[in-house]
């Protein structure tokens, strides 16, 4: 067992070395956990002011890449899932919904916050499709981040269009 503590990429950071020690043959199958609490939540978030003063409905306040956006809501929420080796899975008959290609680590790079996220990022991506030996143009969908910040929001998407170019 492990527990990783990277508030909101923790569960991502966790699949990912599940993802790791499956393709390893250290294990057959893992069992990924991860939860989030408003405790923790909103200290971090409130440190790092990226919570919304904004008092009404979320849609109306969570909008990230939009020019009407007001930072993060935050909340809590739990999730659970099982990995499984593909043959291990076939073997025993196993409901399959769907299969990782390819996972990376997180990666930070530089001492500007905001330089240091959009190369961390930039070299996630490319990490991952290297690991899933994917190009670019066979990616379907971009699932982003989306913090709804202004800083965060600029440095994913200038990450996002380093890799994916000015189609993405």
Known sequence: GNTITQRD???NMAIAEACRIINDGDADAMVVGATGTTL????????SSTDSDFAGPFDAVCRPFDKRRQGSVPGEG???IVLEEMHSALQRGASIYGEILG?????CVGRDRSLACKNGLV?????TLQRADLATER???IHAHG???VTSDFAE????RQVFGESA
């Open 157 to 160: 998407a200038q990450a996002i």
């Open 123 to 127: 070299n996630a991506m490319r990490q």
């Open 9 to 11: 990429a923790a569960a």
């Open 40 to 47: 923790t939540t909103s200290v971090h978030e409130h440190s």
């Open 78 to 80: 739990a999730g659970v």
């Open 103 to 107: 996972a990376a680590s997180a990666s």
């Open 147 to 149: 913090l709804g910040t």
């Open 139 to 141: 990616l379907g969908h």
